[in-house]
């Protein structure tokens, strides 16, 4: 359980209460959550899940060292029949599992993972390809977290884009969006459009209507 709030004494009556109810630990100030770690400055708190990441490429069991410096090659189109079925894909569902987890505190893999995980059904060795080269990313910005100063406006800010048929299969496209308090990113998200875009700028705008229902 984490309780938070800017009043310490009402916290500290809260905790009170609680431990007159339940047989509870007070922990101290948050610092390991659920795989999240958080660590707090003078000039504000990050979050990160460094030791998450280090579990998962442990599980993932890599047979090189590799790096690499983004996520997702250019362009790519992936398709269910690219390459050859893979005989037990219960690794790919389980990397792909722990990815969208992953993805609550690193931004940067949500249009990666979100791709590959319209394959769990029944993915492929290409499709587990790109899952590698994700992971091999991961390994090389292992520290990257993200950053909540202690002062900041109020201003909302979004930014969207859309990549007009970007699935081969169906011609939907995606919507992607991100949403900044101040200097916080406060929320983000990848999804394919639940309808076929008849042009770049349908697509564009219904990625503007998703941000703007978020913002609202």
Not at 79 to 88: A, I, S
Not at 151 to 166: E, I, K, P, R
């Amino acid at each position: 359980m984490i309780i938070t709030g800017d009043d310490p004494e009402y916290i500290a009556f809260v905790k009170a209460r609680l431990r007159d109810q339940f047989l509870m630990t007070d922990l101290g100030p948050l610092r390991y959550f659920l795989g999240i770690e958080v660590s707090s400055t003078s000039d504000g708190f990050s979050i990160s899940q460094e030791k998450y990441i280090q579990d998962l490429l442990a599980r993932a069991a890599l047979a090189d060292e590799c790096t690499v410096e983004t996520p997702m090659e250019l362009h790519v189109k992936l398709r269910p029949t690219d390459g050859d079925p893979l005989p037990d894909p219960t690794r790919y569902r389980h990397l792909v599992g722990s990815l969208v987890y992953l993805a609550v505190t690193r931004p940067d893999i949500s249009y990666p993972v979100h791709i590959l995980s319209q394959f769990v059904s029944a993915p492929t060795t290409v499709h587990y390809g790109h899952l590698l080269r994700i992971l091999r990313y991961l390994r090389g910005t292992i520290t990257r977290r993200l950053f909540f100063p202690r002062s900041s406006s109020f201003q909302l800010q979004c930014y969207s884009d859309a990549t007009w048929a970007n699935d081969p299969t169906d011609r939907r496209s995606l919507s992607a969006y991100y949403v900044f308090l101040g200097g916080l990113l406060v929320a983000w998200k990848t999804k394919k459009q639940v309808a076929v875009s008849r042009s770049s700028v349908e697509a564009e705008l219904r990625a503007m209507a998703s941000v703007t229902t978020e913002m609202t």
